[in-house]
């Protein structure tokens, strides 16, 4: 379509809405405008196009051939896109609010609160996709991330929801007073990573260990990995206040302790954001403050 051969489109609702009501008082209350912005708004869209689309017949005015022509594409129109216009917007709403974030989030921060979302906001339906890997919002289809970092992701809105140390962690039984004092001592240890994540040789370079970690490595799922971690199959690099309640039991013990302060995320993208989505930001904040 040549959009640069179309009419301005507010000149053609201004001549939709008079064709419709028959009369530029009620025209003009139809689109919450003044009476002289409709006439306006016909007489430069008979300019554009060179043609009378309305006549004086009387005190009234009335469509002209061409005019009636017109009105009946343009009613067509207007209705054809009215009607779509809606079906978007209900598709829109009926999508299930969907949220990604890891396992471990999920289960020690998220779904224990997650009740009195549901009892306040019954009418939202909730996709939670626990998974490990950094997901692309837009291809996913996600509204909500959650995620662990600094809060620097290009193109993406991130708003800290709350601070959180990460330590080094393992059961009594995988240590058994052997000596922990350095990143090197935990070379020969097995490791215990989360699926789409490479923690032990990120965090040991981050040590100065360049080789990584020569003992044999467990990927699994997050929803496993502390459950492996309490029978003593290997070292995980854990949230601390995930783990807060074993460590306070002696289940597991903190073998290092970083230094350096990060945080989850409410990462969301930049623009339009549906009902859904700002009920549930709306929620978190909430959380966040307790």
């Known amino acids: 379509m040549d959009w640069m051969k179309m009419p301005p489109l507010a000149a053609l609702r201004a001549f939709s809405s008079f064709a419709e009501h028959g009369n530029l008082a009620d025209a003009a209350k139809g689109l919450n405008v003044s009476h002289a912005a409709i006439s306006q708004q016909l ?11 309305v006549e004086r017949q009387g005190r009234a005015l009335q469509l002209t051939p061409e005019g009636k022509r017109l009105a009946q594409a343009t009613q067509l129109g207007f209705a054809m896109i009215s009607n779509v216009v809606q079906e978007v917007a209900n598709e829109r709403d009926a999508r299930p609010l969907h949220i990604s974030c890891t396992p471990m989030f999920a289960a020690k921060w998220l779904m224990p609160r997650l009740g009195s979302f549901r009892e306040r906001h019954p009418e939202v339906d909730l996709v939670l996709d626990p998974t490990g ?26 708003e800290l929801l709350m601070s959180v140390q990460l330590v080094v962690v393992a059961a009594p039984s995988l240590v ?24 032990a040789s990120s965090w040991m370079r981050s040590r100065g260990v360049d080789d990584g970690p020569r003992g044999a490595r467990i990927t699994l799922p997050g929803n496993l990995l502390l459950d492996a971690v309490l029978r003593g199959q290997g070292v995980a690099m854990k949230i601390k206040e995930f ?10 013990l903190t073998l290092f302790h970083e230094e350096v302060s990060g945080g989850y995320y409410i990462v969301t993208r930049p623009g339009f954001m549906r009902p859904q989505t700002r009920k549930f930001l709306s929620w978190l904040r909430q959380q966040r403050e307790k």
């Open 243 to 252: 783990v807060q309640e074993e460590l306070d039991s002696q289940r597991l």
């Open 176 to 199: 058994q007073g052997q000596q922990v004092s350095q990143p090197e001592d935990l070379r020969c240890f097995p490791w215990i990573e989360e699926l789409g994540t490479n923690e």
């Open 133 to 158: 890997a950094v997901v692309d919002l837009d291809a996913a289809g996600v509204d909500i991330a959650l995620r662990y970092g600094q809060g620097h992701w290009p193109g993406l809105d991130a």
């Open 43 to 53: 007489r430069a869209l008979e300019t554009y196009l060179g043609v009378a689309l």
